[in-house]
């Protein structure tokens, strides 16, 4: 059973930095999206950054340059490094992976920033990020 826990949120102020980690276990997936999202009340679950088994790397144009997705070298944990931060990255982040049955590299390098990819199962708890003005 996979089970995915996210911890590193917290509250800091706008231009400050978190780092969220991600530890997964309960899989071994050899073709693979795993990726960071973040929710507000009232809105859609977003894609923030993602990996593939194949490393290759997508981020949301509203992150590019400010945030950094990582891996461990065991590839069951996952990072997000988030420098200048905004309010408006103000948001519940979730860890997800999701197993492909096809090579990733045939894949577009969109299909693992969208939630929509992922079923319930893939899915951590969740760490909140709050950014204050």
């Known amino acids: 059973q996979v089970h995915l826990a996210e911890s590193g949120g917290g509250s800091v102020q706008s231009g400050g930095s978190l780092r969220l980690s991600c530890l997964g276990s309960?899989?071994?997936?050899?073709?693979?999206?795993m990726g960071w999202f973040r929710q507000v009340p009232g809105k859609q679950r977003e894609g923030v950054a993602s990996?593939?088994?194949?490393?290759?790397?997508t981020y949301a144009d509203s992150v590019k340059g400010r945030f950094t997705i990582s891996q461990g070298n065991a590839k069951n944990t996952l990072y997000l490094q988030m420098n200048s931060l905004k309010p408006e990255d103000t948001a519940m982040y979730y860890c997800?992976?999701?197993?492909?049955?096809?090579?990733?590299?045939?894949?577009?390098?969109?299909?693992?920033?969208?939630?929509?990819?992922?079923?319930?199962?893939?899915w951590g708890k969740g760490t909140l990020v709050t950014v204050s003005s």
């Open positions: 309960g899989y071994t997936y050899s073709s693979y999206c």
């Open positions: 990996i593939d088994s194949d490393g290759r790397i």
């Open positions: 997800a992976v999701h197993p492909l049955w096809v090579e990733s590299a045939t894949l577009s390098a969109l299909h693992c920033l969208r939630a929509g990819n992922y079923d319930e199962d893939d």
